[in-house]
């Protein structure tokens, strides 16, 4: 994404060409982002339903125009924005119930919407989402998840909308999990499969309290931050790390570590992408330079510099 594509404004007139849904020309993506940062996109754009999404995939893949999808919650996105079309989910947020407790979502329903529906439906086993704000989309790839459990646990099935604009259903048994991470073949997900299991109202929500609680304690909740910017090194944890290397609170323009957990990095002001990137290598050289770890991002970057 980003240089490597040359596409011009005609292409991206015909990826767009019969597109009901929303289209916003060089948006700025800032409000887009929980971080607060980033500079505009070509062309934003909300498809109206599946069919509107299929249609502009196609024509997006035939006309080389690139395209990202954007939740917004663990990326970074760079000062110069991001070329090509980015796509927001918003109207894809329908949720329903299956058969044998399995709960259908779209891709761009929010993880807190789909744990408060399984809570009103007495469904239990999503409950370490609580507090991950992005989209169960964003949740699938980045295989999003806490110490109590995460998406593999419970995803049964996705459903996809391939290059050439067709719905596909995929098994979670064939994509492959790790660590913040799952391999999905391209492009745009679409809807998920979750099986969880019957009980009481007041087992899940108070589980779920439980663990916003806990967030509340111990996350800068109240400032702009994109959730976890490393990954935990294996048995040890970014956040501890960082603060052992003296770099809590430390400060690059309005981007700062956070005094209340070192894996935080949070917008103080009107931070740019550039500061969060300095910020981000002078942890990960003073990290290594300390303590020989190498610290690996969970942030995504996207967009151009
Ligand atoms: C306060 C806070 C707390 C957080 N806590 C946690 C936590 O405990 N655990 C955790 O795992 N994460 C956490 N996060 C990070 C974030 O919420 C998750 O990683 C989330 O799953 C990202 O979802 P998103 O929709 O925002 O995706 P984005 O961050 O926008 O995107 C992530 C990647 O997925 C791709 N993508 C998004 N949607 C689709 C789609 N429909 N089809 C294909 N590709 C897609 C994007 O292009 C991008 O490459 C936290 C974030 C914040 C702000």
Redesign the pocket.
């Known amino acids: 994404m980003g240089r490597m594509h040359v596409f011009d404004r005609r292409s991206l007139r015909e990826a767009l060409d019969g597109f009901r849904g929303e289209v916003k020309f060089h948006e700025p993506l800032a409000v887009y982002t929980?971080l607060q940062i980033g500079g505009p996109a070509d062309a934003l754009v909300i498809p109206s339903d599946v069919d509107d999404l299929k249609r502009l995939v196609r024509q997006a893949i035939l006309n080389k125009v690139p395209l990202?999808?954007?939740?917004?919650?663990?990326?970074l996105v760079r000062d110069k924005g991001v070329r090509g079309i980015v796509i927001q989910?918003a109207q894809l947020n329908h949720i329903r119930r299956e058969a044998n407790h399995v709960l259908y979502a779209q891709?761009g329903a929010r993880m807190p919407t789909v744990l408060g529906y399984a809570i009103r439906h007495r469904l239990s086993g999503f409950e370490w989402a609580a507090?991950?704000?992005?989209?169960v989309?964003?949740?699938v790839?980045?295989n999003?998840?806490?110490r109590l459990g995460e998406m593999r646990d419970v995803l049964t099935a996705i459903e996809l909308v391939t290059d050439s604009g067709n719905l596909k259903r995929i098994d979670a048994s064939k994509l492959s999990f790790a660590y913040?991470y799952a391999r999905v073949p391209k492009r745009?997900?679409v809807g998920a499969w979750f099986q969880l299991s019957q009980t009481t109202k007041e087992h899940v929500e108070s589980l779920t309290k439980h663990y916003l609680r806990y967030r509340k304690e111990t996350?800068p909740?109240t400032l702009p931050?994109?959730?976890?910017v490393f990954k935990n090194p294996p048995e040890q944890s970014a956040g501890s790390l960082i603060e052992q290397v003296g770099l809590k609170g430390a400060r690059i323009g309005d981007a700062q570590i956070s005094t209340k957990h070192g894996n935080f990095i949070v917008n103080v002001g009107h931070a740019r992408a550039k500061d969060v990137i300095d910020l981000i290598r002078t942890v990960r050289r003073t990290v290594a330079q300390q303590t020989s770890v190498t610290l690996q991002l969970e942030l995504?970057t996207v967009g151009e510099l």
């Open positions: 929980s990202l999808v954007l939740g917004g919650t663990n990326v989910l891709a507090g991950i704000p992005g989209t989309g964003g949740g790839v980045t999003a998840g806490t913040r745009v997900i996350q909740l931050n994109a959730g976890s995504k």
